[in-house]
Nanobody, 132 residues
Framework: QAQLVQSAGVSVQTGGSLSLSCSAS?????????MGWFRQQPGKVRRWVAA????????YYHDSVKGRFTISQDHAKNAVYLQMNDVKPEDSATYAC????????????????????????WGQGTLVNVSS
């Protein structure tokens, strides 16, 4: 059964750094077109954060995290990462990775971001707490 497994929750102080990981089986990883990170705060809708096309490695970010977050992948480990630097209290959320075998084309993603409605495979979520 295809699944994405995320790293454990973490707490960090404002201005600090942390990295989230999302691992898949080789078959799952190799069949994906793109993988993305989303976050959701209590009582709010889930929002897209970053995405990567697993083939070419092209990356895209929500404006709120550009310059602070980096999405990357490791083909040998069948994993995608989200490096979060200079974190702020408003970055506190449950972060979830997601993937699909067919993602929107890059020009759509670049303008509109990645919708959670088009991704079928989801990780279990990782709680990130940023304290001031």
């Amino acid at each position: 059964q295809a699944q994405l497994v995320q790293s454990a929750g973490v707490s960090v102080q404002t201005g600090g750094s942390l990295s989230l990981s999302c691992s898949a089986s080789p078959d799952t990883y190799n069949s994906t077109d793109c993988m993305g990170w989303f976050r959701q705060q209590p009582g709010k809708v889930r929002r897209w954060v970053a995405a990567i096309y697993t083939g070419p490695g092209d990356t895209y970010y929500h404006d709120s995290v550009k310059g602070r977050f980096t999405i990357s992948q490791d083909h040998a480990k069948n994993a995608v990462y989200l490096q979060m630097n200079d974190v702020k209290p408003e970055d506190s959320a449950t972060y979830a990775c997601a993937a699909d075998v067919k993602c929107p084309p890059w020009h759509v993603l670049k303008v509109a971001g990645l919708s959670d409605k088009v991704l079928k495979l989801w990780g279990q979520g990782t709680l990130v707490n940023v304290s001031s």
